[in-house]
């Protein structure tokens, strides 16, 4: 699941967006867009891994569950 | 008053020292952040897991009353290391902590701003926050602004140590501000896009940096709290599958073999005798290996840092306290190049000489090592001795032992000062020899010697 988000992404970021750079710009701003760019994944990406514990814990018996 | 050359960066406060106390002023600006940490029980709760420094209160004056909101006292920790000394599991265990604390905050809707290496300190073989003012209330929505600095300072030196070489966390000598993304990417291994973690957080990551520079506009842009969590929780996962194992285990990896059993006992029992004579508040062992004879000194009460210029040793004997919690300091350090003052006019982070002298060292096994492999003159190894520690225990090695024997089969012997007699003289200028003790079972002499220099 990880591996086909990180293919998407990288589809994305090479035909989607122009090649410019400009070293005067705060270097943060990339950065800071990048991240909302892989918030999408990484946020379903944990949304789906938070379920599944749950779905685990479910069907743990009592004395097993972990303090998670 | 002095104010700390580290701290200039940060509107929201200031370290300064004021008869020889360290002090932290909080600037009105930050007071909500401030105010925040401490009524929302974030900081006893990271406080009580020894995760963030303690610090109290008091009456003492800020340093600019102009913009202080008020001023605190931290916990002093015996001595501050940087990042470039840790060895690779120390620096992923404090690359956790930053993860752990930024978790921790959100659950208190506060966030780091910061993600910076050096905002992290070692006290033993725990690593504790000590950055008090990297606190910020969250805003609902806003990405996290610190997570190009923890690629920068973490990540990537991690990735490249365990996926490259471990020798390439020195870069984090060369680069203050954390390892650039771009020459991470270029440097690390193809295989590493292979990893979806490494991949995003550093290859994409770069190249995003590049391109979304100046096309892309963050303002207004929204990332949901699961994302910013998910984000935390993906760089949790690459940072832990990140490895490197140094061959042997603590327990073997020490040379016992110029010694005998006997003559090992004699050489500790002689060590515990000199070290109970000087009594010293803190020790440098230099050159300590896994630091067997490091261990000895914090038996006995003392502070101690072990320095050695093997990543493997270092991490070894991190790993070993870690395990029996161990409040001595295993530090990656080679004695032919110090480390330097670094960042701004080379004041930012101090020079290894600055930070001690130390009450004493040890110097066990090492001499020949600096003066042999090294080719460094007697006087020359007397006077940064000197410089290191007031006073002394010193382990002389002579020619005939066939460790040194075994470092002169290949080279042309051109040591005709290496001898008992040059030694002594070498270091009598700089301390008063106390005690010289030939060992059992060889040729070496152990030496207690006192500083000239009363201080």
């Not at chain 2, 009524?39 to 109290?56: I, K």
């Not at chain 2, 690390?188 to 892309?216: D, K, Y």
């Not at chain 2, 960042?343 to 020079?351: F, S, T, Y």
Request: overall charge negative; proline content about 6%.
């Amino acid at each position: 699941m990880k591996m086909r988000n990180a293919i998407v992404l990288s589809l994305v970021l090479l035909f989607a967006v122009p090649s410019v750079a400009h070293a005067y710009l705060d270097p943060g701003t990339g950065s800071q867009v990048f991240q909302i760019l892989i918030a999408v994944f990484v946020g379903a990406g944990f949304t789906l891994k938070v379920y599944w514990r749950r779905i685990k814990a479910f069907f743990r018996p009592e004395s097993e569950s972990s303090d998670e | 008053m002095n104010r700390e050359p580290a701290s200039y960066r940060d509107p929201a406060g200031f370290l300064f020292w004021r008869n020889g106390v360290l002090y932290r002023q909080v600037n009105r600006r930050y007071a909500p952040h401030y105010r925040r940490l401490m009524d929302s029980g974030l900081y006893e709760d990271l406080s009580d897991r020894g995760w963030l420094v303690s610090h109290r209160e008091t009456e003492e004056p800020p340093a600019d009353p102009d913009r202080a909101q008020c001023t605190i006292a931290p916990r002093r920790l015996p001595f501050i290391s940087y990042p470039y000394e840790w060895c690779f599991e120390a620096l992923k265990d404090a690359a956790l902590l930053t993860l752990s604390i930024q978790e921790k905050a959100l659950e208190y809707d506060m966030v780091l701003k910061d993600a910076s290496a050096y905002n992290v300190a070692f006290d033993g073989s725990r690593p504790v926050f000590i950055d008090t003012l990297s606190f910020e209330c969250y805003e609902e929505g806003a990405p996290w602004i610190a997570y190009r600095q923890f690629c920068e300072h973490f990540l990537a030196p991690l990735a490249m140590m365990a996926r490259a070489h471990v020798d390439l966390g020195r870069l984090l000598a060369a680069n203050v501000e954390g390892v650039p993304l771009a020459a991470a990417s270029r440097a690390l291994p193809w295989s590493t896009r292979l990893s979806p973690g490494m991949l995003m957080h550093i290859h994409l990551h770069a190249r995003g940096e590049e391109r979304l520079a100046e096309s892309g506009d963050a303002s207004g842009k929204r990332m949901s709290r699961r994302a910013l969590e998910g984000l935390v929780d993906s760089l949790r996962g690459v940072v832990g599958g990140l490895r490197y194992q140094p061959r042997g285990i603590w327990s073997d990896y020490y040379d016992g073999s110029s010694y005998t059993e006997e003559g090992f006992a004699d050489k500790e029992a002689a060590v515990r005798e000199y070290l109970g004579r000087l009594d010293p508040g803190t020790v440098w062992d230099l050159g300590g290996n896994v630091g067997v004879f490091s261990r000895i000194a914090e038996e006995m009460g003392s502070a101690v840092v072990c320095m050695d210029a093997d990543p493997a040793c270092v991490q070894l004997h991190y790993l070993e306290n870690r395990r029996v919690d161990s409040g001595v300091l295993p530090l990656l350090v080679d004695l032919t190049n110090p480390s330097p003052g670094l960042g701004w006019e080379n004041r930012e982070r101090r020079p290894l000489l600055e930070r001690g002298p130390a009450d004493a060292i040890m110097a066990l096994a090492l001499v020949h090592h600096l003066a042999i492999g090294h080719n460094v003159p007697l006087p020359s190894v007397a006077a940064l001795f000197a410089k290191t520690g007031r006073d002394a225990i010193v382990e002389f090695v002579p020619k005939e032992d066939h460790q040194v024997q075994r470092m002169l089969r290949d080279r042309a012997d051109i040591f005709d000062d290496y001898h008992a007699d040059a030694f002594e003289a070498a270091f009598s200028s700089h301390f008063v020899i106390e005690e010289r003790r030939e060992m059992r079972d060889t040729d070496r002499v152990l030496y207690l010697m006192r500083g000239r220099d009363p201080s």
